[in-house]
T-cell receptor
Framework: AQSVTQLDSQVPVFEEAPVELRCNYS??????LFWYVQYPNQGLQLLLK??????LVKGINGFEAEFNKSQTSFHLRKPSVHISDTAEYFC????????????FGTGTQLKVEL | DTGVSQNPRHKITKRGQNVTFRCDPI?????LYWYRQTLGQGPEFLTY????????KSRLLSDRFSAERPKGSFSTLEIQRTEQGDSAMYLC?????????????FGSGTRLTVV
């Protein structure tokens, strides 16, 4: 079984500042890793995913994440945030061959302030 | 491609009543998933279908919950004898069953409130 820990429930940041949202996972097998964003009263939108290859993954809206196997982490970063980035961000894992089902963390609320 | 469609968007029901939600996936997607998201939590896997076959059900899915996907197209999730603890957002997602493609598309969800 896999699990995901998002230690920060809320992250306030000023507009144009950099941000890092932390994600750690636990698994006895290799995993695929994902970040999703959820705007109020909406479904989830995929930001980026790590399946294999380069450990630095670039996604939509200027976000990127780095897979660190030794630290079992997959932190999400953006060098300069915008007000429109205010949303809930979820980290998720999936085990190969597991029907592609996802195990999510509890989410991090990113609040961008002027 | 109109994305994944879920209906209704909101449902308020009295405890003990039955409710049914519908999900229309992206037409070429052969996998369909149901997740439940409670306030302040991430989505939790409930069940998934490949075509019309229900391949896995979470132990979260009690006997009061049943899901179907007739003919491998739309899916329905029914909750019988609803309880207040069933209040949540129910999310549907679809994807292609290709090992290299983990591109889920989520619907906007059905928010259930049991009073």
């Amino acid at each position: 079984a896999q699990s995901v820990t998002q230690l920060d429930s809320q992250v306030p940041v000023f507009e144009e500042a950099p941000v890092e949202l932390r994600c750690n996972y636990s698994s006895s097998v290799s995993v695929y890793l994902f970040w999703y964003v959820q705007y109020p009263n909406q479904g989830l939108q995929l930001l980026l995913k790590y399946l294999s290859g380069s450990t630095l993954v670039k996604g939509i809206n200027g976000f990127e994440a780095e897979f660190n196997k030794s630290q079992t982490s997959f932190h999400l970063r953006k060098p300069s945030v915008h007000i429109s980035d205010t949303a809930e961000y979820f980290c998720a894992v999936s085990a190969p061959g597991g029907g592609n089902k996802l195990t999510f963390g509890t989410g991090t609320q990113l609040k961008v302030e002027l | 491609d109109t994305g994944v469609s879920q209906n209704p968007r909101h449902k308020i029901t009295k405890r003990g009543q039955n409710v049914t939600f519908r999900c229309d996936p992206i037409s070429e997607h052969n996998r369909l998933y149901w997740y439940r998201q409670t306030l302040g939590q991430g989505p939790e896997f409930l069940t998934y279908f490949q075509n019309e076959a229900q391949l896995e059900k979470s132990r979260l899915l009690s006997d009061r919950f049943s899901a179907e996907r007739p003919k491998g197209s739309f899916s329905t999730l029914e909750i019988q004898r609803t309880e207040q603890g069933d209040s949540a957002m129910y999310l549907c997602a679809s994807s292609l069953a290709i090992a290299a493609d983990y591109g889920y598309t989520f619907g906007s969800g059905t928010r259930l409130t049991v009073v």
